[in-house]
C-alpha cells in the first residue's frame, strides 16, 4: 500500500486516505434573501462528486462566520438556522459519497464585499449589496474598500462568532472545523506585521499579533469539544519585503505559529502562502510545498501540504519521505473529481469506489 492512500487519525476520526479537497470559494450561494449564504443543489453535485471520487476528506469552501465576513455575497455562511439545514445535507451528501466532511469557517476582512470573479471581481458598492469591511486598521487591500479599524469589543465578538459557527458545523454533521487564517483575509492580516501596525494587544509582536486567532481557536476547540480535529489554513509566507525593511509574514513565523497552534489544541496545519498583498509568487513546482516541509520538520506539527500538487508519484513521495501529512489538491480536483481514484490506480493501490460502481468493476 502506498503512503498517500493510507489513513490518518486525528484524534478519534480517521481519514481514510491523505489526498483531500481543498477548500475553493465558488461564489455560487444566494446574494440575498432567505437562503443567503447556503448551500444548493450545485454545492451537493460538486462536492459530492469530488468525495465519490476518492478523496479521503472534502474541506467545503471558506464559509463566512458573520455577513460582512463573506468575501462576495455570493459566499457560503453558516450563521442562520436556514444555513445550518443546508449544511446539514451538504454533509450528509459528502459522507454518502465515502469522504469526511469538513468545513472552513472564515471572515473576509479588509478583502471583503467583491463581485464574482467571472463578473470581474473588484468592489460591490453598497447599493448593489455590499457593505463596509472591516479590518487590523483602516489600511486598504489595493483596489477595495477602506475598512473600518476593528475595536478589541468587536474582536471579541467575533471570536464568539467562529465559536457559535463551529457549533452549527458540528450539528450539521461536519467531523472537521478547519480556521482560515490565510490569503489576506481578516485572521491573516492581524498575523502579519505589513497590514497590523496596531498598538493595542493584538498588535506589536509575534504573540499580540497572533492573539485573536489563538483566541479564535480557543473558543473553536471548546465549541467543538475534544473529539473533533480543528484545522488551521495559514499562509506560510506573504512573498514580499517592503521598502522601508518593514519585515511581513515568514515561514519562520508560521514555525512558531505552527507550534503555539498545536499547544493549544490545532490537529493540523494547512500551508498555503500569499493573498495579503500583490506579490509575485516563485515559477516552480514546488514554490509552496517547500515551506510545507519546513514547517512540519522544525515545528513538529501535523501539516498538509497544497499548491500545484497534479502528479501521483511526487504527491506519494511528499508523504512518504515526510513533507507532509498528506496533500490537499485544489484545481486537479476541478478538472478531474477522481483524480484520487485514478491516482491510487497509477500507484498500485486499490481505488475507494463506491459500491454502485465497485460492482460494475467485479463482472467485467
Not at 79 to 92: F, I, P, V, Y
Not at 167 to 179: L, P
Not at 320 to 330: E, N, Q, R, W
Request: charged share 20%.
Amino acid at each position: 500500500m502506498t503512503d498517500l492512500f493510507t489513513p490518518l487519525r486525528l484524534r478519534k476520526l480517521e481519514i481514510p486516505n491523505r489526498v483531500w479537497m481543498s477548500p475553493m470559494c465558488m461564489y455560487s450561494a444566494a446574494n440575498a434573501g432567505p437562503e443567503v449564504g447556503a448551500p444548493n443543489e450545485f454545492h451537493l453535485g460538486h462536492y459530492g462528486a469530488r468525495a465519490a471520487g476518492g478523496v479521503g476528506l472534502v474541506m467545503v469552501e471558506a464559509t463566512a462566520v458573520r455577513p460582512e465576513g463573506r468575501i462576495s455575497a455570493w459566499d457560503l455562511g453558516l450563521w442562520t438556522d436556514e444555513q445550518e439545514a443546508a449544511m446539514g445535507r451538504l454533509a450528509a451528501t459528502i459522507e454518502a459519497n465515502g469522504a469526511v466532511p469538513a468545513i472552513q469557517l472564515a471572515h473576509a476582512g479588509r478583502k471583503a464585499s467583491t463581485r464574482q470573479p467571472w463578473a470581474g471581481g473588484g468592489v460591490l458598492p453598497n447599493d448593489e449589496g455590499g457593505w463596509d469591511p472591516v479590518g487590523p486598521t483602516g489600511e486598504p487591500f489595493p483596489g477595495l474598500k477602506q475598512p473600518t479599524e476593528l475595536t478589541a469589543d468587536e474582536i471579541g465578538g467575533l471570536v464568539q462568532a467562529w465559536a457559535e459557527s463551529a457549533r452549527r458545523a458540528i450539528r450539521a454533521g461536519f467531523r472537521v472545523v478547519e480556521i482560515h487564517a490565510a490569503h489576506g483575509y481578516l485572521l491573516h492580516s492581524f498575523l502579519s506585521p505589513l497590514t497590523n501596525r496596531r498598538a493595542d494587544q493584538y498588535g506589536g509582536d509575534l504573540g499580540g499579533r497572533s492573539r485573536f486567532l489563538l483566541d479564535v481557536l480557543a473558543a473553536v476547540r471548546d465549541a467543538v469539544g475534544p473529539e473533533v480535529p480543528v484545522f488551521i489554513r495559514i499562509s506560510s509566507t506573504d512573498w514580499v519585503t517592503e521598502a522601508d525593511g518593514t519585515p511581513a509574514w515568514t515561514v519562520e513565523e508560521s514555525v512558531e505559529l505552527a507550534r503555539l497552534a498545536t499547544e493549544r489544541g490545532a490537529d493540523l496545519n494547512d500551508a498555503s502562502s500569499g493573498g495579503l498583498v500583490p506579490a509575485a509568487i516563485p515559477d516552480a513546482v514546488d514554490y509552496q510545498t517547500r515551506h510545507a516541509r519546513t514547517i512540519r520538520r522544525d515545528s513538529g506539527a501535523n501539516v498538509a501540504a497544497v499548491g500545484r500538487i497534479t502528479n501521483p508519484a511526487a504527491a506519494n513521495d511528499l508523504v512518504a519521505d515526510g513533507g507532509a501529512d498528506a496533500v490537499f489538491l485544489g484545481r486537479a480536483l476541478l478538472t478531474n473529481p477522481s483524480w484520487a481514484n485514478l491516482a491510487a490506480v497509477e500507484l498500485g493501490a486499490a481505488p475507494r469506489l463506491l459500491e454502485q460502481y465497485a460492482y460494475t468493476q467485479r463482472r467485467r
